[in-house]
């Protein structure tokens, strides 16, 4: 319901300390609009953005007041545009502050900080967390829905390293979640993923130092595919926790398929290079390119922003390497793609998974995916100027490809991921910890305030 009426909205804009932003309004379309273009005609009727914890409780109370919907926007990167609404939109990018302490490896980080705030405030004391691949992602929602990153298999997921939080409720009410404190939000914030049951204020995560480290980039012709994802896998399956890989397949427009093994090792090149050895041994790749790197360069290399554009992922987790004939399958899709004006074009991408992620009991938080091997994720993309028919070919032919590679995965699916068009998100997000998410759901946020299209409880 958006009930509010030009008086409501001045009274807001009265209220809060930070800007109230309308449509047509300066900033009102950065502050609002979605990183996924496919969700770029959600326009909201207002924006706050908030300057203080004060505004986040008036934006708060005036939305229950008016009846209108709000929805909290950090990094504004959900693959879904669950951060955008037609009603208000919270704006938390100005509550960006972080602070690390290197003497006791805490930091903490405001709600609305980003990927890049917190490199920026980790670095001079040469230590981390799982961070994710995206500058401008937010660490909000990095770390509500579990949050990977090429060190998680070394360091676990973001969410692991989350010690405590504070989180405003539907009431206005500030709750620490901690071991002791709210334990049970404590669990739900690591995994349950954002906009469910509160506005997170900060995080306080415990990182660690970090070593001097080795990047490897290895491309192939699409036509060594087979021989690329037999080796890569292989590799990975024996690889030491400090080795992540993203080991992928894409096309776009009318050119050939590439493979490509982008990857991180926690240690030197010499050692990175023996154990891409037999890799190497098996298929020569086009492009090779490994070498040493500080942690910070490193960092940079894998540093990766999609292009702007819509798109769709589906996900799904494998506990053992795609075989060959699920490798061809995949290939042959590709082959068939409908294409469309997007570079980023299409494919299927594998990450590595396993080491510390899965040490973690699936019930100890919520972020249940504990036991696979890789993280399968599948898109396809396309512009603001393909028609509707070009838009529908895609999504059929992404849910073809998820069908062709399903034998081989199981039904769970990655949260953070989000992908709107999953039907059973309940089980495929958190499968055995869905009761009691929707039961802690139910304590802090009874009247369901807190919503969007797979909100928990919903
Ligand atoms: C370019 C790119 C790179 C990425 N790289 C990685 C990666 O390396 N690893 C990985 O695991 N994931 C990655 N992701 C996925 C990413 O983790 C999710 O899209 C995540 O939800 C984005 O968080 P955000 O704060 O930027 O998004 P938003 O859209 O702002 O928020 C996501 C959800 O959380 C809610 N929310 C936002 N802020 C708060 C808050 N303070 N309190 C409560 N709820 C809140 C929103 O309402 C929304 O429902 C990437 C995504 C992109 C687009």
């Given at each position: 319901?958006n009930g509010?009426?030009?008086?409501d909205?001045?009274?807001?804009?009265?209220t809060?300390a930070?800007?109230?932003?309308r449509?047509g309004?300066?900033?009102f379309?950065?502050s609002?609009?979605p990183?996924?273009?496919?969700?770029?005609?959600t326009?909201?009727?207002g924006?706050?953005?908030?300057?203080?914890?004060g505004d986040?409780?008036h934006?708060?109370?005036w939305?229950r007041d008016t009846?209108v919907?709000?929805?909290?926007?950090?990094g504004?990167h959900?693959?879904?545009?669950h951060?955008?609404?037609?009603?208000?939109?919270?704006d938390l990018?100005?509550?960006n502050t972080?602070?690390?302490?290197?003497?006791t490896?805490?930091?903490?980080?405001?709600g609305g900080a980003r990927?890049?705030?917190?490199?920026a405030?980790i670095?001079?004391?040469?230590?981390?967390f799982?961070?994710?691949?995206g500058?401008?992602?937010?660490?909000?929602?990095?770390?509500?829905?579990?949050?990977s990153?090429?060190?998680?298999?070394k360091l676990?997921?973001?969410a692991d390293?989350l010690v405590?939080?504070?989180?405003m409720t539907?009431?206005?009410?500030?709750l620490?979640?901690?071991a002791?404190e709210?334990p049970?939000?404590?669990?739900a914030?690591?995994?349950g993923g954002?906009?469910?049951?509160?506005i997170n204020?900060s995080?306080?995560f415990?990182?660690?130092?970090?070593?001097?480290?080795?990047t490897?980039?290895?491309?192939?012709d699409g036509a060594d595919?087979?021989?690329a994802f037999a080796?890569?896998?292989?590799?990975?399956?024996?690889?030491?926790?400090?080795?992540?890989v993203r080991?992928g397949?894409?096309?776009?427009?009318?050119?050939h398929p590439v493979v490509?093994a982008v990857?991180l090792?926690l240690?030197?090149?010499?050692?990175?290079?023996?154990?891409?050895?037999?890799?190497l041994?098996?298929?020569?790749?086009?492009?090779?390119d490994?070498a040493?790197r500080t942690?910070?360069e490193a960092?940079?290399y894998l540093?990766?922003e999609t292009?702007?554009?819509?798109?769709?992922?589906?996900?799904?987790f494998?506990?053992?390497?795609?075989?060959p004939?699920?490798v061809?399958?995949?290939m042959?899709?590709?082959?068939?793609r409908p294409g469309s004006?997007?570079?980023d074009?299409?494919?299927l991408a594998?990450y590595t998974?396993g080491?510390?992620?899965?040490r973690?009991?699936?019930?100890?938080?919520a972020?249940v995916?504990r036991?696979?091997?890789?993280?399968?994720s599948?898109?396809?993309?396309?512009?603001?100027?393909?028609?509707p028919d070009?838009?529908a070919?895609?999504?059929?032919w992404?849910?073809?490809?998820q069908e062709?590679?399903?034998?081989y995965v199981?039904?769970?699916?990655?949260?953070?991921?989000?992908?709107?068009?999953?039907?059973?998100?309940r089980?495929?997000y958190?499968?055995?910890?869905?009761?009691?998410?929707?039961e802690?759901?139910?304590?802090?946020d009874?009247?369901?305030?807190?919503?969007?299209g797979?909100?928990?409880?919903?």
């Open positions: 319901m509010a009426s030009e008086a909205w001045q009274r807001l804009e009265k809060v930070g800007r109230v932003l449509p309004d300066a900033g379309r950065e609002s609009t990183f996924n273009t496919r969700y770029a005609s326009t909201p009727n924006v706050v953005s908030a300057a203080s914890h986040v409780r934006a708060i109370e939305a009846g919907g709000l929805v909290a926007r950090s504004g959900s693959y879904a545009g951060s955008v609404n037609t009603g208000l939109v919270l990018s100005a509550l972080v602070v690390a302490d290197g003497s490896g805490l930091v903490t980080a405001a990927m890049a705030d917190v490199y405030a670095q001079p004391h040469e230590m981390a799982a961070l994710g691949n500058a401008s992602v937010g660490i909000a929602g990095l770390a509500l829905g579990g949050g990153s090429s060190t998680s298999r676990g997921l973001t390293a405590r939080t504070t989180l539907a009431e206005g009410e500030v620490t979640c901690d002791q709210n049970d939000l404590y669990w914030c690591r995994g954002g906009g469910n049951f509160g204020l995080f306080t415990r990182a660690t130092a970090v070593p001097d480290v080795s490897c980039l290895l491309l192939w595919a087979p021989a080796a890569v896998q292989e590799a990975a399956r024996h690889a030491p926790d400090e080795f992540s080991l397949v894409a096309a776009a427009g009318g050119s490509s990857g090792h240690g030197p090149a010499s050692e990175l290079r023996e154990l891409l050895a037999p890799v041994a098996a298929t020569r790749p086009v492009r090779e490994i040493d942690f910070w960092k940079d540093l990766h292009s702007a554009g819509a798109f769709a992922v589906r996900t799904n494998a506990a053992e390497p795609l075989p004939e699920a061809a399958a995949v042959s899709r590709l082959a068939g004006g997007n570079p074009g299409c494919g594998l998974w080491g510390a992620i899965n973690v009991a699936p019930a100890d938080t972020f995916h036991d696979a091997q890789f993280l399968v599948m898109d396809t993309s396309w512009t603001e100027q393909d028609g070009t838009v070919a895609n999504l059929r992404l849910a073809g490809l062709e590679v399903a034998p199981g039904v769970g699916a990655y949260q953070n991921f989000i992908d709107p068009d999953l039907p059973d998100w089980t495929a958190y499968g055995a910890n869905y009761p009691r998410l929707v802690i759901k139910k304590r802090v009874p009247d369901g305030f807190f919503t969007f797979q909100g928990i409880g919903s």
